[in-house]
Structure formats: C-alpha cells, structure tokens
C-alpha cells in the first residue's frame, strides 16, 4: 500500500510526503520511496524513524501490519498528530486504546478506504434494515499473502449488518492467486436473492482512498472517524 500511495501521491497536489516509514529490519531502508514505488526520485528515502518524520508530518497514514499498530498510535497521539489506521489485524484490545486517543486527536479508522466499499458497507447496512427477515452470508476473496482472514472489510460489513439486525453473520474466505480484493454480501428471502458486491481491479482505489480521506482528516477536531465520515454519512464519536 505504500508504493501505491506513492504511486497516485501526484493526483493529489494538496499533500506533500514528508516521511516514508518502515520497520527497523526492513529490506528497503535507505532507498528512494519515489524509485521503489516505480516513479521518478523523490529524494525521500525510506526509513524506520517515525519520531523524525512526525516533527514535520500534519496528518499520518499506517499501512503497517496490524502488530505495529499499537506502537505508532502512541507515538502519533503522544506527538498530538492526526493518525489514519488502514492496516488490519490489530488485537482487539486496542479498541479501548483507539477510543483513549479519539479524545486527544483525529482518528480515522480504514480497514477498507476504497470509497466503493465504503458505499457498499453502507447499501448492506440499509439492506439489513429494509429485510430483516431475509438470510445473509458475506464471502471474500484476496491473494494468497493476505494473512488476516476474515478482512477487515468482511469484518466491517458484518457489523453494519448486525447494527441493524442484530445475530451472527456468516463470513467465507478465500486466499488465492493474485486477488487484489472481492466482496460479496448476499441477501437470500423466499424465492429471490439480492447481492451486493465490489471487485477492486487494482491497489491504486485504496490509495487514491486514503489520500483523500487523509486530506480531509488533517483539519478534523479530535475524534474518532470512518470513511463513512469522509463521504458524509456523519458517524464521528
């Protein structure tokens, strides 16, 4: 995701990078993130100094795998910079530690930024609403490296679901090949079935999401946001 942030940074001349972050042990330290990303130099090398890069940065994106969460949501709230989380596969004991931070800086949680599955999380949750009689499965699919399952996305589809009707949620997973990221939610009543589903064809949908919910992010008073917040559904907590 981050090469693919990068790969996209020039659609949005609103933002200027300041620091490319990876961890300590990473194969790529000291290279030019422009060059890595497949674009022209950017003269920013990459490295595993966050602390450095907040001194300049104005809003923060994390990509990183969920292990890493933790530490860079208190090196963000500890530095008072807005923080976008669209990494998945943090510990669920970090909620209360989200909602600490909510209360000192912007915090937007993305597991999904595609602004495609934020409209498809929100046809399912209206859905959910409008037949509740109805059975509902969500199935998804990515590549064989993904290493949570369910997604995050999957995860958040079955919890606007079960704001409205409450009960379990049945989710499918499947790991192969070059998947970029498939999701389906099917509504099946008596004779007739309704799916809703979004196909990402490549990783720059996620990037171009986030640059532009980070751009909306930046001015934000304190709280906890989603991108069902950047696309004015009015969620913040």
Request: net charge neutral.
């Amino acid at each position: 995701m981050g090469r693919a942030i990068l790969s996209v940074a020039a659609e949005f001349p609103g933002l200027a990078f300041v620091g490319a972050i990876a961890s300590a042990g990473s194969r790529v330290l000291g290279r030019d993130s422009g060059s890595l990303a497949g674009g022209a130099p950017n003269h920013l090398p990459i490295t595993s100094n966050l602390g450095a890069a907040l001194k300049r940065a104005q809003v923060v994106m994390d990509f990183s795998t969920g292990a890493a969460t933790r530490e860079n949501l208190h090196a963000c709230r500890d530095a008072r910079k807005p923080l976008l989380i669209g990494a998945t596969g943090f510990a669920a004991e970090l909620e209360s530690e989200f909602a600490a931070a909510a209360r000192e800086i912007p915090l937007l949680i993305a597991p999904n930024a595609s602004l495609g599955v934020t409209l498809l999380i929100e046809l399912a949750r209206t859905a959910a609403r409008v037949v509740p009689g109805f059975d509902v499965a969500i199935t998804e699919t990515h590549h064989r490296e993904k290493l949570d399952a369910p997604s995050g996305t999957a995860l958040a589809l079955a919890a606007a679901v079960r704001a409205e009707r409450g009960g379990e949620v049945r989710i499918s997973s499947v790991r192969e090949g070059e998947v970029v990221g498939e999701h389906a939610v099917r509504f099946t009543g008596p004779a007739e079935e309704l799916c809703l589903s979004h196909r990402a064809l490549e990783r720059g949908v996620f990037a171009r999401g986030a640059l532009a919910a980070a751009l909306w992010l930046a001015p934000q008073p304190a709280g906890r946001y989603g991108m069902r917040d950047v696309m004015g559904f009015k969620t913040v907590t």
